[in-house]
């Protein structure tokens, strides 16, 4: 089952190369920009949320002890 998954990443890919796209912006238009675009967004929000909720929202290690 994993495989048929990688078979069909792979195919997805292979696919957006060749699928013409009806871009709103010119920068759209570029080859795997929908790929780029989601993983520097998945990066920033790993980012954001390690360095400055993490900040916001810790508690001290005995806030729960009596």
Do not use: N, Q, T
Request: neutral net charge; glycine residues 6%; aromatic residues 26%.
């Amino acid at each position: 089952l994993l495989m048929v998954f990688y078979i069909f990443c792979g195919l997805l890919i292979v696919a957006d190369l060749f699928v013409p796209k009806h871009a709103f912006f010119p920068w759209e238009g570029y080859p795997l920009f929908y790929g780029a675009y989601g993983f520097f967004a998945y990066v920033s929000i790993v980012l954001v949320s390690s360095y400055i909720l993490r900040k916001l929202l810790k508690r001290k290690e005995d806030y729960y002890d009596d």
